[in-house]
């Protein structure tokens, strides 16, 4: 069984998941609370929570399987944020912010998928 603590790929999506629920979610009207946050929540503990849960299984195949599912939170973060952004919730600086750490989780993210699949 693998160590997900050891992984820096879940250590920046847990750094991500902390910022998405102090830095952004705040931002929003009160109103999405049940909707839009509540999406953009569950996107982005998602990311690590799968991570965790693949490095509990015990062939390539099924961990890169819960890797590949983080990989789709990801783009549903990304996603959630130009939404929230074109509907005026955050500002362009925290939406540039919040992309530039999601891109940084997604890279790291495909390289070690990547790797496993070699």
Request: proline letters at 3%; a neutral charge; one cysteine or more.
């Amino acid at each position: 069984m693998r160590d997900y603590h050891k992984y820096e790929v879940w250590q920046k999506a847990h750094e991500l998941t902390l910022y998405v629920y102090k830095e952004i979610i705040p931002l929003f009207p009160a109103s999405e609370k049940y909707e839009l946050v509540s999406q953009i929540k569950r996107a982005a503990y998602s990311v690590p929570m799968n991570i965790a849960e693949g490095c509990g299984r015990n062939t390539h195949n099924d961990f890169v399987h819960f890797l590949d599912m983080s990989l789709g939170s990801l783009h549903e973060i990304e996603y959630c944020s130009l939404l929230a952004k074109d509907l005026s919730y955050i500002d362009t600086k925290s939406f540039e912010s919040l992309y530039e750490k999601v891109n940084i989780v997604k890279a790291k993210l495909i390289n070690l998928i990547k790797s496993i699949r070699k």
